[in-house]
Nanobody, 113 residues
């Protein structure tokens, strides 16, 4: 059974950094495209960043220059490095296998001022 397990969320002050990890099991990781999404209270879930199987990346405008998505195929893991965090980044962050119904359980990121 395909599983996505996220880690790395938490509470951080504005201007700080966090790195999220998402480990994927029971699927050939190197062939899949991955995405990080987030959902803030009262808002729709949005795509934050994505990375293809060959490493091409894409970001939503609000995180460009601050967030970096990467992958380690040997570890079946995708990462989201988040720098210069601000309060608008507060949300539950989810990883997802693009084009499938498989999601992680979500990890809370809270940025305090």
């Amino acid at each position: 059974q395909v599983q996505l397990v996220e880690s790395g969320g938490g509470l951080v002050q504005a201007g700080g950094s966090l790195r999220l990890s998402c480990r994927v099991s029971a699927i050939t990781f190197r062939f899949i495209d991955m995405g990080w999404y987030r959902q803030a209270p009262g808002k729709q879930r949005e795509l934050v960043a994505s990375i293809t199987s060959i490493g091409n990346t894409n970001y939503t405008d609000s995180v460009k220059g601050r967030f970096t998505i990467s992958r380690d195929n040997a570890k079946n893991t995708v990462y989201l490095q988040m720098d210069s965090l601000n309060r608008e980044d507060t949300a539950v962050y989810y990883c997802k296998i693009v084009g499938t119904p498989y999601w992680g359980q979500g990890t809370q990121v809270t940025v305090s001022s």
